[in-house]
């Protein structure tokens, strides 16, 4: 059998092998505790169950979704954008469906490069745009999230002939691994330079909503001049406890949004008609129950940066997403130090080099579990290092 050779220019995701490897442990009878997953124990409210169950139940919901008016969706998703973010976009022509974030985030890369194309991905970075650009036939040019730049892109240095060459930046704040936050000045500034070197601006924005102490992640899009330079990816998955479900969206510039749509109807044919219903109930449905949620995620949070500091180890205290960035003690590499550590204590944390070499030095610790288990495995991790 004679497969791509392109297969070769990518890693495969690394949740699935290590869920099982986790799953086998257990039957080993180890008490496990896993904190590498980005799909926590939370759970999606009461009123968006119930507008699933419904519409599934309905026999007359089971069509291709090309069978249904999509209207109703994207005027959710638009009033949801305004209400909430303070961004406008038309429903018509600037919002577009996705299959989850991670779906647009591989069709992105065939709606804007052509093979041999250059597209900018930080390092460390969410590792399938890296994935995405290479299965399309594209070229990363990596760009570093400094820790003395509070792990923010910093345009002034990429080099002026690296972005006239690239087409494309994905943007990822609130970042997924450093969980990285920015203010109004980074975007502006952001905007300016996609504006001057010809760059399409993709904002990965799934955790603006799981956010801490009164701060307010901004959308990309609501800065002046956004629209003119990109779109933003965001979903269902970790605003609504809905990871499950692959809803996505993606909204802002008319030109990809059409590109994207082109794409899609030859891809998916649409988004299953019980979970547009599900996801309007969401949008349109009551909300104050996220500031409970990201209540519980801000205390796990607080025991995980106290914890960490106490063994005397470098730890922002994220004011977003509900991800730990944690410096490693010398002497090991971050891929030796998660494995041994699952090995002599039952816990997973990830490797920060799994995000790109400049992740090395560090875990990610995913604040998923209740907690106590958080509590538990901190207590771990102190007899592990002491
Ligand atoms: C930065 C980032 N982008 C995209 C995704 C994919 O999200 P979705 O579940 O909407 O596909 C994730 C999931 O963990 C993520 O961390």
Same mark, same amino acid.
């Given at each position: 059998?004679?497969?791509?050779?392109?297969?070769?220019?990518?890693?495969?995701?690394?949740?699935?092998?290590?869920?099982? #490897?986790?799953?086998?442990?257990?039957?080993?009878?180890?008490?496990?505790?896993?904190?590498?997953?980005?799909?926590? &124990?939370?759970?999606?409210?009461?009123?968006?169950?119930?507008?699933?169950?419904?519409?599934?139940?309905?026999?007359?919901? %089971? %069509?291709?979704?090309?069978?249904?008016?999509? #209207?109703?969706?994207?005027?959710?998703?638009?009033?949801?954008? #305004? %209400?909430? %973010?303070?961004?406008? =976009?038309?429903?018509?022509?600037?919002?577009?469906?996705?299959?989850?974030?991670?779906?647009?985030?591989?069709?992105?890369?065939?709606?804007?490069?052509?093979?041999?194309?250059?597209?900018?991905?930080?390092?460390?970075?969410?590792?399938?745009?890296?994935?995405?650009?290479?299965?399309?036939?594209?070229?990363?040019?990596?760009?570093?999230?400094?820790?003395?730049?509070?792990?923010?892109? &910093?345009?002034?240095?990429?080099?002026?002939?690296?972005?006239?060459?690239? #087409?494309?930046?994905?943007?990822?704040?609130?970042?997924?691994?450093?969980?990285?936050?920015?203010?109004?000045?980074?975007?502006?500034?952001?905007?300016?330079?996609?504006?001057?070197? &010809? =760059?399409?601006?993709?904002?990965?924005?799934?955790?603006?909503?799981? /956010?801490?102490?009164?701060?307010?992640?901004?959308?990309?899009?609501?800065?002046?001049?956004?629209?003119?330079?990109?779109?933003?990816?965001?979903?269902?998955?970790?605003?609504?406890?809905?990871?499950?479900?692959?809803?996505?969206?993606?909204?802002?510039?008319?030109?990809?949004?059409?590109?994207?749509?082109?794409?899609?109807?030859?891809?998916?044919?649409?988004?299953? $008609?019980?979970?547009?219903?599900?996801?309007?109930?969401?949008?349109?449905?009551?909300?104050?129950?996220?500031?409970?949620?990201?209540?519980?995620?801000?205390?796990?949070?607080?025991?995980?940066?106290?914890?960490?500091?106490?063994?005397?180890?470098?730890?922002?205290?994220?004011?977003?997403?509900?991800? /730990?960035?944690?410096?490693?003690?010398?002497? $090991?590499?971050?891929?030796?130090?998660?494995?041994?550590?699952?090995?002599?204590?039952? =816990?997973?944390?990830?490797?920060?080099?799994?995000?790109?070499?400049?992740?090395?030095?560090?875990?990610?610790?995913?604040?998923?579990?209740?907690?106590?288990?958080?509590?538990?495995?901190?207590?771990?991790?102190?007899?592990?290092?002491?």
């Amino acid at each position: 059998m004679r497969t791509a050779d392109k297969l070769n220019n990518f890693k495969a995701y690394l949740g699935p092998a290590m869920n099982q #490897k986790l799953a086998l442990m257990r039957t080993e009878g180890r008490d496990v505790i896993n904190l590498g997953l980005g799909d926590p &124990d939370v759970t999606p409210p009461e009123h968006q169950l119930k507008a699933l169950a419904e519409a599934v139940s309905d026999p007359d919901n %089971h %069509h291709y979704p090309s069978a249904y008016p999509i #209207k109703p969706f994207y005027d959710a998703i638009a009033n949801w954008y #305004k %209400h909430r %973010h303070g961004v406008e =976009v038309d429903p018509e022509t600037e919002v577009i469906y996705c299959l989850g974030a991670a779906e647009a985030l591989f069709q992105i890369h065939n709606c804007l490069l052509d093979p041999g194309d250059t597209a900018l991905v930080s390092d460390p970075a969410y590792p399938s745009y890296e994935a995405g650009v290479k299965i399309t036939g594209g070229m990363v040019e990596f760009y570093p999230l400094l820790k003395e730049n509070n792990f923010l892109p &910093d345009v002034d240095n990429i080099p002026a002939d690296v972005a006239r060459k690239a #087409k494309m930046i994905w943007i990822n704040i609130p970042n997924n691994p450093t969980t990285a936050t920015a203010d109004d000045g980074f975007f502006i500034k952001l905007i300016a330079w996609a504006k001057e070197f &010809d =760059v399409v601006v993709v904002s990965d924005n799934p955790y603006m909503d799981i /956010c801490f102490d009164g701060y307010k992640p901004p959308s990309f899009l609501k800065f002046p001049g956004a629209k003119e330079v990109g779109v933003e990816l965001n979903s269902m998955s970790k605003s609504f406890n809905a990871c499950g479900w692959r809803v996505g969206m993606l909204l802002g510039n008319k030109e990809i949004i059409s590109g994207m749509a082109k794409i899609k109807s030859q891809v998916d044919r649409g988004l299953y $008609y019980p979970l547009q219903v599900a996801t309007i109930a969401a949008l349109t449905g009551p909300v104050d129950w996220m500031e409970e949620r990201n209540k519980s995620f801000a205390e796990r949070r607080d025991v995980v940066v106290k914890a960490w500091k106490k063994m005397g180890l470098e730890m922002m205290t994220p004011r977003a997403t509900f991800y /730990c960035w944690g410096k490693i003690p010398d002497g $090991y590499t971050s891929k030796e130090f998660c494995l041994k550590f699952l090995d002599e204590s039952n =816990v997973w944390v990830i490797p920060g080099s799994t995000y790109g070499e400049g992740g090395e030095g560090y875990v990610r610790i995913s604040n998923a579990q209740p907690v106590e288990r958080i509590a538990e495995a901190m207590e771990r991790m102190r007899r592990f290092i002491s």
